[in-house]
């Protein structure tokens, strides 16, 4: 479901990094990030992030306990906001005792 990758960025784009990085697998926090939130927070800080807007989601994978997400996405960074397009799929994981899905990374896909 498009959902969960539009919720995440909703939390970036709120600002709410506490929520964002609850969204994220514990493997992803370890391997991206060290485990160690400053990081997270500090990679959006220093990107001087606008927005994230997401555009033309398509299912590329989806099982009971995996999903893969394709996706355009628009980075908008800076004083001025400036448009930077990007095309990422995202990596979902179900967690059964949790009974939800988490953020399990981003991979660049060539245009």
Request: glycine share 4%; proline share 3%; net charge negative.
């Amino acid at each position: 479901d498009p959902e969960w990758l539009l919720l995440y960025f909703d939390a970036i784009n709120r600002e709410d990094y506490a929520t964002a990085w609850d969204n994220l697998t514990d493997a992803y926090r370890r391997n991206k990030h060290y485990n160690w939130y400053p990081n997270f927070v500090e990679g959006y800080e220093d990107m001087n992030l606008c927005e994230v807007e997401i555009n033309d989601i398509s299912i590329v994978t989806n099982t009971s306990t995996y999903v893969k997400m394709f996706a355009q996405y628009i980075y908008k960074i800076g004083g001025t906001c400036d448009p930077y397009e990007f095309y990422f799929e995202a990596h979902f994981n179900y967690v059964a005792n949790l009974d939800r899905w988490f953020l399990d990374g981003l991979t660049t896909v060539d245009d």
